[in-house]
């Protein structure tokens, strides 16, 4: 019954695993009306302007976006490149790609920071300065720009150089494009924000637009050096071509994140262990792997600590191997490289990066994933031991221990009835035949017959009836 019920218990684990993985990564629907990929028109006519939307962190696979966007545009000679930003920050490497290719376009890019409510801050200001026009929407705001080391502090002395060297890159990057760079370099040394009413007064920004069309009607007749000449805009009355982000772009974006690339990795751990304590489960080997898959690939576009990573592997290992070993000792020491290789996971000392959003997991998400993995094994471990030292019922050695009653003199050898069946019995009481009517226990098996020892203080008939 306890393997049934430890079957059961990996199969569920396989459909709950199976169940968070659809939910987790269903890619985000896109947003109403827009075309799908590059080459689609939302009028079917020529297109001059070109739309992309950048919202959420900015990582590697949003640099990509942007730059095939970017390339798109400049194949087919758009009379310019919105930019859509609504992000809270994202990685150095991530936003330097973005602005290199910003200011080597030979194609006009205007930067709008929209919704209402949309903000473009630390990393976002950044593409906001380098972006050939700088736009916002009413109720948006922009700044905050201050470095911060992902997962923890810096050292004082490595912290200033790192903020001297954002502070000069962010004001060559207002001073190319005439904007106020006492301003933004006190948005990268004090972290302040501003409205979009605030930046268009203080010259951070070069206009306020209440809608994309609101947008292009002001930009008509715009005149914009590029590092390939100059560009006066005709933007009044473009055809508009949307490019969102593919299927497999958002897939990839929305697995770059630290919660996420967590919970797939520990799961994927969960649920192959879940295979190896039954074999022939599948859903939770197959989705372990899955799992495991997708968040090896989430690792490889975050800054991981793989010291973190080696600990919540070694936590893994000591799980397995405390099955073999009475008590749980190793799932405690399990426990404790567990908890801290989650919290160092995402914690490489000493890596800069302009971004607000901190790269950590989350300690509530730690402890509910603790608790889980906890509570996993010592189900599984308690069965499985259980299973273990369960006794043997069927076959010859289930009969052992076993009591039943001498039907004839065994001296020493007669007939006993055991679980309603007659055998042949030979005793091995040292005291002496073992008389008609008594309770006998089965001590060996030899082929057919039972080696038995009476035992006392028994009521024979009840034991009798009971077999």
């Not at 050695?397 to 055998?423: D, M, N, S």
């Given at each position: 019954?306890?393997?049934?019920?430890?079957?059961?218990?990996?199969?569920?684990?396989?459909?709950?695993?199976?169940?968070?993985?659809?939910?987790?990564?269903?890619?985000?629907?896109?947003?109403?009306?827009?075309?799908?990929?590059?080459?689609?028109?939302?009028?079917?006519?020529?297109?001059?302007?070109?739309?992309?939307?950048?919202?959420?962190?900015?990582?590697?696979?949003?640099?990509?976006?942007?730059?095939?966007?970017?390339?798109?545009?400049?194949?087919?000679?758009?009379?310019?490149?919105?930019?859509?930003?609504?992000?809270?920050g994202g990685l150095d490497s991530?936003?330097?790609?973005?602005?290199?290719?910003?200011?080597?376009?030979?194609?006009?890019?205007?930067?709008?920071?929209?919704?209402?409510?949309?903000?473009?801050?630390?990393?976002?200001?950044?593409?906001?300065?380098?972006?050939?026009?700088?736009?916002?929407?009413?109720?948006?705001?922009?700044?905050?720009?201050?470095?911060?080391?992902?997962?923890?502090?810096?050292?004082?002395?490595?912290?200033?150089?790192?903020?001297?060297?954002?502070?000069?890159?962010?004001?060559?990057?207002?001073?190319?494009?005439?904007?106020?760079?006492?301003?933004?370099?006190?948005?990268?040394?004090?972290?302040?924000?501003?409205?979009?009413?605030?930046?268009?007064?203080?010259?951070?920004?070069?206009?306020?637009?209440?809608?994309?069309?609101?947008?292009?009607?002001?930009?008509?007749?715009?005149?914009?050096?590029?590092?390939?000449?100059?560009?006066?805009?005709?933007?009044?009355?473009?055809?508009?071509?949307?490019?969102?982000?593919?299927?497999?772009?958002?897939?990839?974006?929305?697995?770059?994140?630290?919660?996420?690339?967590?919970?797939?990795?520990?799961?994927?751990?969960?649920?192959?262990?879940?295979?190896?304590?039954?074999?022939?489960a599948i859903l939770p080997g197959?989705?372990?792997?899955?799992?495991?898959?997708?968040?090896?690939?989430?690792?490889?576009?975050?800054?991981?600590?793989?010291?973190?990573?080696?600990?919540?592997?070694?936590?893994?290992?000591?799980?397995?191997?405390?099955?073999?070993?009475?008590?749980?000792?190793?799932?405690?020491?399990?426990?404790?490289?567990?908890?801290?290789?989650?919290?160092?996971?995402?914690?490489?000392?000493?890596?800069?990066?302009?971004?607000?959003?901190?790269?950590?997991?989350?300690?509530?998400?730690?402890?509910?994933?603790?608790?889980?993995?906890?509570?996993?094994?010592?189900?599984?471990?308690?069965?499985?031991?259980?299973?273990?030292?369960?006794r043997v019922t069927s076959g010859?050695?289930?009969?052992?221990?076993?009591?039943?009653?001498?039907?004839?003199?065994?001296?020493?050898?007669?007939?006993?009835?055991?679980?309603?069946?007659?055998?042949?019995?030979?005793?091995?009481?040292?005291?002496?035949?073992?008389?008609?009517?008594?309770?006998?226990?089965?001590?060996?098996?030899?082929?057919?017959?039972?080696?038995?020892?009476?035992?006392?203080?028994?009521?024979?008939?009840?034991?009798?009836?009971?077999?």
């Amino acid at each position: 019954m306890r393997g049934r019920e430890l079957r059961t218990y990996c199969r569920l684990v396989g459909l709950l695993m199976a169940a968070l993985l659809g939910v987790i990564l269903a890619p985000a629907p896109a947003p109403a009306g827009a075309a799908q990929g590059l080459g689609a028109d939302t009028e079917g006519g020529e297109v001059e302007v070109v739309v992309l939307a950048a919202q959420g962190v900015i990582d590697p696979v949003m640099a990509r976006f942007i730059e095939r966007g970017l390339a798109q545009a400049e194949r087919e000679g758009a009379e310019c490149l919105v930019l859509q930003l609504d992000t809270p920050g994202g990685l150095d490497s991530a936003m330097r790609k973005i602005v290199k290719r910003i200011m080597s376009s030979p194609v006009p890019v205007v930067v709008y920071v929209a919704p209402a409510g949309a903000r473009a801050a630390s990393a976002g200001l950044f593409i906001t300065m380098a972006a050939h026009i700088a736009a916002m929407a009413p109720a948006t705001d922009i700044g905050a720009a201050h470095p911060v080391a992902i997962g923890g502090e810096l050292p004082e002395e490595l912290k200033a150089k790192v903020v001297n060297e954002a502070a000069a890159y962010i004001r060559t990057l207002a001073e190319e494009r005439g904007r106020n760079a006492e301003w933004a370099e006190e948005a990268v040394r004090k972290s302040v924000s501003l409205t979009a009413g605030e930046a268009l007064e203080q010259n951070v920004i070069d206009l306020v637009a209440d809608s994309l069309e609101d947008l292009l009607r002001k930009l008509d007749g715009w005149e914009v050096e590029t590092a390939w000449g100059r560009v006066v805009l005709e933007t009044a009355g473009a055809e508009v071509r949307r490019i969102e982000m593919s299927l497999p772009e958002r897939f990839i974006h929305r697995l770059i994140d630290p919660n996420i690339a967590y919970v797939l990795l520990n799961l994927g751990l969960l649920g192959i262990i879940a295979e190896f304590y039954h074999p022939g489960a599948i859903l939770p080997g197959l989705s372990g792997v899955i799992m495991l898959i997708l968040g090896f690939v989430a690792l490889g576009s975050l800054p991981v600590n793989w010291g973190g990573l080696a600990l919540l592997i070694l936590a893994i290992i000591l799980f397995l191997l405390d099955i073999k070993v009475t008590g749980f000792i190793l799932s405690v020491f399990g426990g404790i490289a567990f908890v801290l290789g989650s919290l160092l996971l995402f914690r490489p000392f000493g890596v800069p990066a302009p971004a607000l959003p901190r790269l950590a997991v989350s300690p509530w998400l730690i402890a509910g994933m603790t608790a889980m993995i906890a509570s996993f094994f010592v189900f599984v471990v308690t069965k499985v031991v259980q299973t273990q030292r369960e006794r043997v019922t069927s076959g010859a050695a289930g009969l052992i221990g076993q009591r039943g009653v001498a039907l004839t003199e065994l001296a020493p050898r007669g007939l006993v009835r055991l679980r309603g069946e007659e055998w042949t019995a030979e005793a091995l009481d040292p005291e002496g035949p073992i008389p008609q009517g008594s309770a006998v226990e089965v001590v060996e098996v030899k082929g057919v017959t039972l080696k038995v020892r009476r035992v006392v203080d028994v009521d024979v008939e009840s034991d009798s009836t009971d077999s």
